[in-house]
């Protein structure tokens, strides 16, 4: 049972639409963050956020944004998609004891065609 | 500089044989290193810690070994199974509240039966 939840799961868009992928937990997390990943690479940190209405960028650049006006809801968006942000997107949360991280949503694979 | 190296990108190994992966780490203000196990179109999901005061945490088939020395961190499977047939993600969590996790670019473990 998942307690961080990701929508879309897939998502296949044309370049230059808009676009927001979903993140939302149930866990009353405080620390919330989007990773991208592509394969056989590491997961890159994009963005973070320790609660409403704070969000920092990550150590790779993206041109992403998000918002957190909720505690449980933390949404990228996507202005204006491009091939090159064809990627795997995993959102996690923390605010559990150190030794078990993060908790992570399924991802979204998305495609810019 | 990419502070956690996992070198190698895949493993091999027969079922009911050992798997060991390896991480290797550049940076000592980690105070927790994990590892997460990741099926494709999925999220990480977390499978054994260990502080960075410690040397050695078992659970189950799971074993990890920290050589704070070397740098080195290793992760045991024993028996190895099928079902164990996945990406695994070595991490190291920074101390102090941030808590950000870097994580390593995965290898890839395959079990044959």
């Known amino acids: 049972e998942a307690d961080i939840y990701q929508t879309p799961r897939y998502l296949v868009i044309g370049t230059g639409k808009k676009i927001t992928l979903e993140c939302s937990q149930t866990m009353g997390h405080d620390k919330m963050y989007w990773y991208q990943q592509d394969p056989g690479m590491e997961l890159h940190l994009i963005h973070y956020?320790?609660?409403?209405?704070?969000?920092e960028k990550g150590d790779l650049s993206s041109e992403s944004t998000v918002s957190r006006i909720r505690t449980e809801h933390f949404p990228l968006t996507l202005e204006s998609a491009r091939p090159s942000h064809t990627s795997q997107y995993l959102c996690?949360?923390?605010?559990?004891?150190?030794?078990?991280?993060?908790?992570f949503g399924s991802g979204t694979r998305l495609t810019v065609v | 500089d990419q502070q956690v190296k996992q070198n190698s990108p895949s493993l091999s190994v027969q079922e009911g044989r050992i798997s060991i992966l390896n991480c290797d780490y550049t940076n000592s203000m980690f105070d927790y290193f994990l590892w997460y196990k990741k099926y494709p179109a999925e999220g990480p999901t977390f499978l054994i810690s260990?502080?960075?005061?410690?040397d050695k945490n078992e659970d189950g088939r799971f074993t990890v070994f920290l050589n704070k020395s070397a740098k080195h961190l290793s992760l045991h499977i024993v028996p190895s199974q099928p079902g164990d047939s996945a990406v695994y993600f070595c991490?190291?969590?920074?101390?102090?509240?941030?808590?950000?996790?870097?994580f390593g670019q995965g290898t890839t473990l395959q079990v044959k039966p």
């Open positions: 260990i502080s960075s005061i410690k």
């Open positions: 996690a949360s923390s605010d559990g004891p150190r030794q078990y991280g993060y908790t």
């Open positions: 991490a190291a969590r920074h101390s102090g509240n941030t808590g950000k996790l870097i």
């Open positions: 956020s320790y609660g409403v209405n704070s969000t």
